[in-house]
């Protein structure tokens, strides 16, 4: 452990479970059933010959028997690897010349081919069953091969296939003796602090490895150089550092032979706070994105939140898979506009405009010219169109809203710079506005995506008629936002994460 640092020790390692010995070879080689004499040929052309039509006289099926199993060779003995084994069954006949067995990674679609003559001799004792055993496929811990065995010449239709998966590192014989897995007794240490991840090797080890840091996507792409973890130097300690605690940045280790077993442990796959703040405003196309580090999987939109702890209510048409990069065009930049995501992890709010640097309009009531109405003048720094709204509260929160009128423009006028002109206004009847349990809502119509500022349950008395009071004051949005009734249900944003 490293003193006075918030360390975290964990192991690489899949966990063992009991099994029978691999059984043991010393020599590659090819044996046949006694009293056949068989060569064999190692091809590395996979399937180089179009295939004939059999001979009538040729017996079905001639091809009798595929069987697979494992093997394993050392040498020295604390440094074994993997062969496949084929065995096989053929039915001799004249027009055959021999037997071909290929194997193919499916992993990295690597193919070796071997190739067994059968000597013209042996094959004129037609109708007899040849054995064939093939020891010589070399592969790797954990991969799914496909053995294909055919005849030679390679007769059409005449063809047999089986898929087969070597042991891996759980298996107790394989882990134990095999340097692919001996990666999994690595040990690491995640060090927040300095935001470095250390890599030992056992004292034990003799084998050199490589480790490093990579994010996880649709493969594991790099994220650092690899680093070489040398087996027998005196210091066998690497540092692996990262920028950033992502869920998808992972550790990945492997012994340094081809084709060799990669490991990879995620020790933040739970720190995902980072993802949700990949969010970017762009003020000239007010294109509002986010794009996340790793991949995610769940549901983007926007909303807004009517008060301070409401819900965040969805906008129309804003749900988007969250899949990759999300762009929402034409934003407005609201400081009770957010993105809201949903994931098996819960959810989460985020709402970017809060920050003061973003431009916001904001909404007053004040008595209008006319006598027995109140007006609704909206402020902003660059132009813009609105509409106000007169909603009703009920039983549900937000109040109901119906009736729509369009904000008349106002005219440009030099003023105070420093202050944001008015840019529309709407007069509405002071009855209606000053009716109990009426909202008066404003929202900004020449973008795509807009919040709407609301007040509720007007207090007119301090809203004198016209010709009273020239310069009363206003009722704005900054000052009473949105705020429910007294005895309504609030609801309180929680993010949560499941169990």
Same mark, same amino acid.
């Given at each position: 452990?490293?003193?006075?640092?918030?360390?975290?020790?964990?192991?690489l390692t899949w966990g063992t479970y009991q099994s029978l010995a691999v059984p043991r070879?010393?020599?590659?080689?090819l044996s046949c059933s006694q009293g056949f004499a068989c060569k064999s040929r190692v091809n590395q052309n996979i399937f180089n010959s179009f295939c004939r039509q059999p001979p009538a006289s040729m017996p079905r099926p001639v091809l009798g028997a595929l069987a697979l199993s494992t093997a394993m060779k050392c040498s020295p003995p604390d440094s074994?690897?993997?062969l496949l084994r084929v065995n096989a069954s053929l039915t001799l006949h004249e027009s055959l010349q021999g037997l071909e067995a290929c194997s193919t990674s499916l992993d990295t679609q690597e193919t070796q081919c071997q190739t067994v003559r059968v000597p013209r001799a042996s094959r004129r004792q037609a109708g007899q069953q040849l054995q064939v055993h093939f020891?010589?496929?070399?592969?790797?811990v954990a991969q799914t091969l496909y053995v294909t065995l055919r005849t030679v010449p390679h007769f059409c239709g005449v063809q047999l296939g089986q898929q087969y998966h070597?042991?891996?590192?759980?298996?107790?014989?394989?882990?134990?003796?095999?340097?692919?897995?001996?990666?999994?007794? *690595?040990?690491?240490? !995640?060090?927040r602090s300095r935001k470095v991840v250390l890599v030992q090797v056992p004292e034990s080890g003799g084998t050199d490895y490589y480790a490093r840091l990579c994010l996880k996507r649709f493969t594991c792409e790099d994220a650092g150089t690899p680093v070489l973890v040398t087996g027998n130097s005196i210091s066998r300690r690497v540092s692996l550092p990262y920028s950033q605690e992502l869920s998808c940045l992972c550790l990945e280790v492997w012994s340094a032979t081809p084709d060799a077993v990669r490991i990879q442990t995620c020790p933040f796959k739970d720190d995902t706070e980072s993802l949700w703040d990949a969010?970017?405003?762009? *003020?000239?196309?007010? !294109?509002?994105?986010?794009?996340?580090?790793?991949?995610m999987r769940g549901r983007v939109s926007l909303c807004w939140r009517p008060g301070p702890g409401a819900h965040c209510l969805e906008l129309k048409h804003s749900g988007r898979p969250a899949r990759g990069k999300v762009q929402y065009p034409l934003v407005d930049t609201q400081p009770q506009l957010c993105l809201k995501f949903s994931t098996s992890l819960g959810f989460q709010v985020r709402c970017p405009f809060k920050q003061p640097r973003f431009p916001a309009w904001k909404m007053t009531v004040q008595p209008a010219p006319a006598p027995g109405r109140l007006r609704v003048a909206f402020f902003s720094s660059s132009p813009a169109r609105f509409q106000v709204c007169v909603c009703h509260q009920g039983k549900t929160w937000p109040p109901d809203c119906r009736r729509l009128l369009q904000a008349t423009p106002v005219p440009a006028a030099s003023g105070d710079p420093t202050e944001d002109p008015a840019v529309a206004f709407v007069d509405i009847p002071r009855d209606e506005a000053c009716a109990p349990s009426t909202c008066i809502q404003g929202r900004r119509t020449d973008v795509q995506f807009s919040a709407p500022q609301q007040l509720c349950n007007l207090q007119c008395g301090d809203l004198p008629d016209p010709g009273i009071e020239p310069r009363s004051p206003a009722l704005q949005t900054d000052a009473l936002l949105s705020?429910?009734?007294?005895?309504?249900?609030?609801?309180?944003y929680a993010p949560h994460k499941a169990a």
């Open positions: 452990m490293l003193a006075g640092r918030a360390v975290a020790l964990l192991c070879v010393t020599e590659c080689g074994c690897f993997l020891d010589c496929f070399e592969v790797g070597m042991e891996d590192c759980r298996d107790e014989d394989v882990g134990k003796n095999v340097p692919d897995c001996f990666a999994e007794q *690595l040990s690491y240490w !995640v060090d969010i970017h405003y762009h *003020l000239g196309s007010q !294109v509002l994105s986010w794009e996340p580090a790793c991949p705020e429910p009734p007294d005895g309504w249900r609030r609801g309180v």
